[in-house]
């Protein structure tokens, strides 16, 4: 019998079952469903952060607080592990006195804070940081000004704010030259910082930015949550690298602090959302395995109630391969049409998700997704194809 005759055999079969076979695709369609969306997600937080990051440039440098330590899942922590914040905000006079290499540094104390205008208020993050900021950092100002070094040395209580903060609490209103309380200190609004954007849930755009003179007044912490050293080009990054944690090991202990550059900061975090992305898409196989005992289960129920049939077929001379060939082409028909319409399902949902959260979808991710709906129709296929086969004609003729 001809493969195009098996083809059509399969295709009568599950046609004249249309129930029977809708159901027992809907495991392969939820699997490789949500396979698509979840490697998507993945794939679409790691280019926004990447982006993210790349977007400040090539060549700034990072001193995180305490040791780094990759094997503790990326934890900064002393020798003996509990993690430790001695960096200050004078470290950063101290780079910029001593550095010949750097081209500006600042320092970040990040806090949770209250921010009220009139009657509004909200929750934000207040971001202590040094007049270099919006250079450092590659984020201009929008509207107004940021704060210059006298004010930071003489801690006027000016701040500027994330797009975010200012659609709450003034909504079409010009904030420049308005006074907000921030935990219940008036500062007075010198500028809007520009539009950066979410990521992962996380929106870059709520924050109010004070000189970090005050952070530790106002918000109760004065811990350096990041230095940010900015190398005068590309070229230049080792050799900064090398300088920082030179002047930073003459006043602190290396367990104190860990300089990582851009690139070393990108690599990590690809490997960390690499891994994240290969956990979801684990997770969501499961859904492709539960789907291929499904279809061996209701291929095995189709066994039974086509014995007669078999045993019909192989007395009119149908051979052991062709019945084998035929229960494995409708597992296979099964699978991967389910992988078809999963596949479409998968791809219009992350469409939709864009709209909220990140998402990138690949074509390696949708091949892959359907190479492994088709290949779970042959594995869970091929035992009831191989007892399909092997029933005896005269047994099967006699099956009631």
């Given amino acids: 019998m001809s493969i195009l005759e098996s083809f059509r055999l399969a295709f009568d079969a599950l046609v004249g079952n249309k129930m029977r076979a809708a159901l027992t695709m809907l495991g392969i369609v939820i699997g490789v469903m949500a396979v698509i969306l979840l490697i998507s997600i993945g794939q679409g937080v790691k280019a926004d952060i990447t982006g993210q990051i790349s977007g400040l ?5 990072f001193v995180m607080p305490g040791k780094f330590d990759m094997g503790a899942g990326g934890d900064s922590a002393g020798g003996n592990g509990i993690p430790t914040y001695k960096l200050k905000a004078e470290d950063v006079d101290l780079i910029n006195k001593r550095s010949n290499l750097s081209d500006g540094a600042l320092g970040i104390i990040e806090s949770p804070v209250n921010i009220t205008y009139q009657n509004r208020k909200r929750r934000t993050i207040a971001v202590g940081t040094n007049e270099t900021y919006p250079d450092v950092m590659t984020r201009p100002v929008e509207n107004g000004r940021f704060f210059t070094n006298s004010q930071v040395q003489s801690g006027r209580r000016v701040t500027v704010l994330g797009q975010t903060v200012v659609k709450s609490l003034f909504g079409s209103v010009d904030p420049i030259g308005k006074q907000v309380k921030i935990q219940g200190q008036k ?4 500028g809007v910082m520009s539009k950066k954007g979410m990521t992962m849930g996380q929106d870059f755009d709520d924050g109010a930015y004070i000189p970090i003179s005050l952070a530790g007044s106002v918000t109760g912490n004065d811990r350096i949550s990041e230095l940010v050293v900015k190398a005068k080009s590309a070229d230049d990054v080792e050799a900064t690298k090398t300088e920082i944690e030179s002047i930073m090991s003459k006043k602190y202990s290396r367990d104190d602090f860990t300089v990582f550059s851009q690139s070393e900061t990108l690599s990590l ?28 289960n209701i291929m095995l129920v189709s066994v039974t109630e086509r014995t007669r049939e ?16 035929q229960f494995i082409i409708e597992a296979v028909m099964l699978s991967a049409l389910g992988g078809l319409i999963g596949i479409g399902l998968g791809v219009a949902a992350a469409y939709i998700i864009d709209s909220w959260l990140s998402t990138s979808v690949t074509a390696w991710s949708v091949g892959l997704s359907f190479f492994f709906s088709a290949a779970v129709g042959i594995f869970f296929g091929v035992y009831p194809a191989w007892k399909a086969a092997r029933l005896d004609p005269i047994e099967a003729l006699r099956y009631e």
């Fill in 57 to 61: 440039g090539s060549n700034l440098l």
């Fill in 187 to 190: 500062f007075v609004v010198i």
């Fill in 269 to 296: 975090l690809g490997n960390i959302l690499g891994i994240m992305t290969a956990m979801l898409a684990g997770l969501a196989s499961i859904s492709l395995l539960v789907g291929g005992i499904g279809i061996m």
């Fill in 310 to 325: 078999i045993g019909i077929r192989k007395a009119v001379g149908a051979r052991t391969s062709d019945i084998m060939v």
